[in-house]
């Protein structure tokens, strides 16, 4: 199985300042047929079900804000939220899907200083 | 709107059964893969199943194979979850996804795939 690892467990971050969150897998999930990361990224709120922010490492989903982004390759990947808002208190989860099972990172909550 | 509402949890004796059912609303639904993935309390996220289009393939975590059962029925736009032989180590928040598989060259690769969107989820409890 593909092991995800992700640091820190939580961080907290002034309002406006940029939060860093990365996500490490046992081995690269790099497809060399097609060159893309199969990497995806989660936002998980108390009281709410996860929504997918970020596919594919970098791609953004629509509707998403543009002061998130991801970035990495190969078994490195980190999450930035470029100026945290208070509404982006929540759990981070990074996810593989290069092959089953599927498998998360064991999440990043993410709190304002 | 994409909806996804799971239904059939509860608390079961160690050893029982449950059967988990989400209704899917807003999209085709046999245009999709479809998969559960559980959070236990206070724990991660952990993918449980998944399953196809049209239900000739099934994917299953090591800790479930052989006492879960995944199903669909497209024509009720449903998808369900067989429980059998709890354990206490079942107990967990039970979210249904939508799979979002790749594709390429008119071939979806069942295998590979995120979620979106995710249901609330329904609480299974298995307790004495």
């Known amino acids: 199985d593909i092991v995800m690892t992700q640091s820190p467990d939580s961080l907290a971050v002034s309002l406006g300042e940029r939060a860093t969150i990365n996500c490490k897998s046992s081995?690269?999930?790099?497809?060399?047929?097609?060159?893309?990361?199969?990497l995806a990224w989660y936002q998980h709120k108390p009281g709410q079900p996860p929504k997918l922010l970020i596919y594919?490492?970098?791609t953004r989903k629509s509707g998403v804000p543009d002061r998130f982004s991801g970035s990495g390759s190969g078994t490195d990947f980190t999450l930035t939220i470029s100026s945290l808002q208070a509404e982006d208190v929540a759990i981070y989860y990074c996810?593989?899907?290069?092959?089953?099972?599927?498998?998360f990172g064991g999440g990043t909550k993410v709190e304002i200083k | 709107e994409v909806q996804l509402v799971e239904s059939g949890g509860g608390v079961v004796r160690p050893g029982g059964s449950l059967r988990l059912s989400c209704a899917a609303s807003?999209?085709?639904?046999?245009?999709?893969?479809m998969s559960w993935v559980r959070q236990a309390p206070g724990k991660g996220l952990e993918w449980v199943s998944g399953?196809?289009?049209?239900?000739?393939?099934?994917r299953y975590a090591d800790s479930v194979k052989g006492r879960f059962t995944i199903s669909r029925d497209n024509a009720k736009h449903s998808l369900y979850l067989q429980m059998n032989s709890l354990r206490a180590e079942d107990t967990a928040l039970y979210h249904c996804?939508?799979?979002?598989?790749?594709?390429?060259?008119?071939?979806?690769?069942?295998?590979?795939?995120?979620?979106?969107?995710w249901g609330q989820g329904t609480q299974v409890t298995v307790s004495s």
């Open positions: 996804a939508r799979n979002i598989a790749y594709c390429s060259n008119g071939v979806c690769y069942v295998d590979n795939n995120w979620f979106d969107p």
């Open positions: 807003g999209f085709t639904f046999d245009d999709y893969g």
């Open positions: 399953i196809n289009w049209n239900a000739d393939t099934t």
């Open positions: 081995q690269s999930v790099l497809h060399s047929s097609n060159n893309k990361n199969y």
């Open positions: 594919w490492a970098s």
């Open positions: 996810q593989q899907y290069y092959r089953t099972p599927l498998t």
